[in-house]
């Protein structure tokens, strides 16, 4: 009897069991990696693939490419061109696959965290684990901490009507909109210019609220502009409300929406896949990477090669004309960023301060390949004010354009090509938020760190006015928690 519950090691399985197993799991890149590693099950032949692979994991990271969304959504010529890219490796396919989406969305960390930073003009708001902290200026509630906060000097918890499990986050300068893993968005901050989705304008909204008008519409992005919010639904249509001052709501006209309402037009065009929102306008990927832009036109950040507003979505011509698949994009206050498929970067819009990466601050009115980088895997782009960041598959982080109080990282007061964070080489960074003066990154370990301007506290660092270095940020519960515990033992 005790033969039946002999205990067996993985070995002992079949190999097309240990196969499903591999190709079904949450398994990263490096999972991948360890395991062929490890043992000669995962690294050798067992007649189950072709042999243009290298071995079972190889074969289980292609399986696992082919699944992804992203990689679903390229056409067999782009896909080839990733497959050259990273060396015909197809474990190394992956990670850029997951990388991109993780660098985007949610982090996770090697302790088994999940996390997300974005940073508005004066604070930050932090994911971890399904809840939200917030820190710096709260101004008209946008900390969603209440009418008595005025300012929060660490990363404190939010707390929602009720047990919210939060998978996203955006934050502009007077509100902040958050997505709930049920689909249900929540906003707070100045409502004044129905930013926040609800039609009471009267007072700002100091504590997260649900978007009633959105009810039965799951989404899974959003992102906040000036006095305008994006939202982004499952099922890949847009919806916006707020001022539409420029036309930056898409409905082809001027006319501010008190609640989100669908854009008709871009439902023609195919699924949106990431949307992204500058002070008056937005950017919008779709699933065959195509982007579409609108609202307003000023500093060339539509990328359409003119200043002219645009009151619906028109596709950007110069990526559709060369046949570039774009996976992401950015919005900055005066110019935007694009990463395509093959990792490579694109910028338009204002060139001062050397934001644009091209060595000059000369304005370029239609995306423009960002040449110096073209060594380099990129996984993630981040534009604001006259400053740019670009993340690669390394964890490196590179910078360019102007210090702003530190928060370019590094100590020139221009930087007119990209500049990798030698300050940052000692840490693989998985995620980088950048706002008016300070930015903040999320390691693959877990961890915060921040630097430039914290005059307002935004960096979550109580004691400091600012820092040109790096500094680690801690979430004000878990000290608490640390706190306790020591006391305890």
């Excluded at 039946?4 to 197993?21: C, K, M, N, Q």
């Excluded at 190709?23 to 590693?37: F, M, N, P, T, Y």
């Excluded at 978007?211 to 890949?236: D, H, I, S, Y």
């Excluded at 782009?381 to 590094?410: I, P």
């Amino acid at each position: 009897m005790a033969d039946r519950f002999r205990s067996a090691s993985i070995e002992d399985l079949p190999s097309h069991l240990i196969f499903e197993i591999l190709i079904r799991g949450r398994l990263s890149a490096v999972d991948l990696v360890c395991l062929e590693l490890s043992s000669k099950l995962f690294g050798g032949s067992h007649g189950l693939y072709p042999h243009k692979f290298r071995s079972l994991v190889d074969f289980a990271a292609f399986q696992l490419c082919a699944s992804h969304s992203i990689y679903a959504g390229m056409s067999w010529k782009v896909q080839k061109e990733l497959f050259d890219r990273c060396n015909e490796n197809w474990k190394r396919v992956l990670r850029f696959l997951q990388s991109v989406e993780h660098s985007s969305d949610m982090v996770e960390t090697s302790a088994g965290n999940q996390m997300q930073i974005t940073t508005g003009r004066y604070h930050t708001l932090l994911i971890s684990n399904s809840s939200v902290y917030s820190c710096g200026s709260s101004l008209c509630g946008v900390l969603g901490h209440g009418p008595e906060t005025t300012q929060c000097g660490a990363l404190t918890r939010i707390n929602f009507p009720y047990a919210a499990n939060v998978v996203q986050v955006s934050a502009t300068q007077n509100h902040a909109a958050f997505i709930l893993q049920s689909g249900e968005v929540f906003t707070c901050g100045d409502n004044s210019s129905y930013c926040c989705g609800h039609r009471d304008t009267s007072r700002p909204i100091f504590r997260p609220r649900r978007v009633e008008a959105l009810k039965g519409v799951p989404c899974k992005q959003v992102a906040a502009g000036l006095n305008f919010t994006v939202f982004l639904t499952r099922q890949g249509h847009v919806y916006t409300c707020g001022s539409n001052t420029h036309g930056q709501l898409g409905h082809g006209d001027t006319v501010d929406r008190p609640t989100p309402r669908s854009i008709a037009s871009i439902e023609e065009v195919g699924s949106v896949v990431q949307i992204a929102a500058g002070p008056s306008y937005v950017l919008a990927v779709t699933g065959n990477g195509e982007v579409y832009s609108f609202g307003s036109g000023s500093n060339f950040c539509l990328g359409h090669g003119e200043q002219h507003n645009e009151f619906q979505p028109r596709v950007v011509q110069t990526f559709k004309r060369k046949g570039i698949h774009v996976v992401r994009v950015s919005a900055g206050d005066e110019h935007a960023v694009a990463l395509d498929s093959s990792g490579f970067v694109y910028t338009w819009g204002k060139g001062y301060c050397g934001a644009l990466g091209h060595g000059d601050e000369i304005d370029k009115t239609i995306p423009e390949l960002l040449s110096s980088l073209k060594s380099q895997l990129a996984i993630q782009v981040c534009a604001r004010k006259r400053k740019t960041f670009v993340l690669v598959d390394n964890g490196s982080v590179y910078g360019f354009g102007w210090m702003g109080f530190g928060s370019l990282g590094l100590t020139y007061d221009k930087v007119m090509k990209p500049r990798i964070l030698d300050s940052l080489r000692g840490h693989h960074v998985s995620q980088i938020s950048t706002g008016l003066y300070h930015t903040v990154v999320v390691t693959q370990q877990g961890r915060i760190f921040g630097f430039g301007d914290n005059e307002r506290a935004q960096l979550g660092l109580d004691k400091l006015r600012g820092c040109l270095q790096p500094t680690e940020i801690f979430i004000q519960q878990m000290e608490d928690e640390a706190d306790l515990v020591s006391q305890s033992a």
